[in-house]
């Protein structure tokens, strides 16, 4: 199948180059996809080991120290890996010099950092 | 802020691991049941179960949408463009969560609840596809290699400033109530956008992660999730959900979708109880 997919093709961030893969589904994954995917398994695994290890040592020890670090780390790494998944995407943008798209994750960025911002002026204010 | 114990921490677990395969069953998160699971009989303020809940969102999105890149299912430019949606709604009503009443969050969600359960039972199944392979999808839309039919499918994106708006209102929902969201975006994104199921879902389940995150980082750092029993809930949900979707296919996804619906409805009957008092 010879048919181009400009809008996939842009959408998955594929640098130019490398054209005319056609449209099989069994082919190469679009770069910016495998990233994500990377990014996202590592995130959850990385999160969920520091979980189930904190809340045992939790459970065991009666909270210490390092079981309320790998809890917090957990969360922190849980709430961390959708911001990363943004920023690969920014960064991915900005060198196709997809200038739209570049900005929206921006601002997606911008959002998150304000709901971080808000929980702060809450805390101060409560 | 509730005490951790074993037994707590257990039973959260366990929780999370029915309301995680019941949402791999159902095509839905788990929060519309782990939330009143932890509200009503738990007896947590609304706000910490919707915090607990949320980080169980975003680990169900993370890991469902790392197993699911690459596939062409995800519309990730769709899905980029509608996150600034969602966030904005997600961030708005992670603050407005602080001011609102408990009362007024659990009537929220009974009025929700109703709302998935209706959709549940009348789900709809509109195909949205253009089986030319040569169409142009436009700058949004997609294309994608359907299971069912054997051939590459292609689908245009219609109504953006509708789908633009229901991004908005899920996000919203989803920081007040501590559900994903889905359940809101996928039948606007399906019936009305032009989007065929499959992708809507993983479009959605993708972008969830983000709407989540701007939620759950205002219940976090305002002190409102307990690291401890949020461990024991995402854990749960982890297990669940897979177990779910590797065993789903011997349930009758009808006759659990009614059974379902109607938990949904005993639900939201409790939380309209319990918020009318």
């Known amino acids: 199948m010879t048919a181009e997919r400009p809008a996939l093709r842009q959408a998955q961030g594929t640098p130019s180059g490398s054209r005319g893969e056609g449209t099989a589904p069994h082919g190469r994954v679009p770069k910016l996809e495998r990233i994500i995917g990377t990014v996202l398994r590592a995130g959850v695994m990385t999160s969920s080991l520091c979980l189930a290890v904190g809340l045992v040592l939790s459970l065991a020890g009666g909270g210490g120290a390092l079981s309320a670090f790998l809890l917090n780390a957990g969360i922190i790494v849980l709430l961390a890996t959708p911001v990363a998944r943004v920023i690969v995407s920014t960064v991915q943008y900005v060198s196709d010099r997809d200038w739209a798209f570049a900005t929206l994750t921006v601002i997606v960025l911008v959002e998150l950092m304000a709901s971080a911002v808000a929980a702060l002026v809450l805390n101060r204010r409560v | ?277």
């Open chain 2, 1 to 277: 802020m509730p005490v951790v114990t074993a037994a707590l921490a257990l039973t959260i677990f366990a929780a999370g691991t029915v309301s995680g395969s019941l949402g791999a069953l159902l095509g839905l998160g788990g929060g519309v049941f782990l939330v009143p699971f932890l509200n009503l009989v738990l007896g947590f303020p609304f706000s910490v179960a919707a915090a607990i809940s949320l980080t169980t969102v975003i680990a169900t999105s993370s890991t469902v949408s790392a197993g699911r890149a690459g596939k062409q299912l995800i519309n990730m430019k769709l899905g980029m463009l509608l996150e600034v949606a969602t966030a904005a709604g997600s961030l708005l009503g992670g603050v407005t969560a602080q001011f609102v009443a408990q009362s007024v969050l659990q009537k929220l969600f009974g009025i929700v609840a109703v709302i998935v359960a209706l959709i549940m039972l009348s789900r709809l199944r509109r195909r949205n596809v253009i089986l030319d392979p040569a169409a142009d999808p436009g700058v949004l839309g997609g294309r994608y290699h359907e299971a069912e039919s054997g051939g590459t499918v292609t689908y245009r994106v219609k109504r953006l400033p509708l789908a633009i708006t229901a991004s908005f209102v899920a996000g919203n929902v989803s920081s007040l109530l501590g559900i994903g969201g889905g359940i809101i975006k996928v039948p606007v994104l399906n019936a009305w956008c032009g989007i065929p199921l499959r992708p809507a879902a993983a479009t959605s389940a993708f972008m969830i992660g983000v709407t989540a995150t701007a939620g759950a980082t205002i219940y976090y750092g305002h002190g409102q999730l307990e690291p401890a029993l949020a461990a024991a809930a995402v854990l749960g949900v982890q297990l669940g959900s897979w177990g779910g979707l590797h065993f789903g296919a011997a349930a009758s996804a009808k006759w659990l979708k009614i059974l379902m619906a109607a938990v949904l409805f005993i639900l939201s009957a409790m939380m309209f109880a319990r918020g009318g008092r």
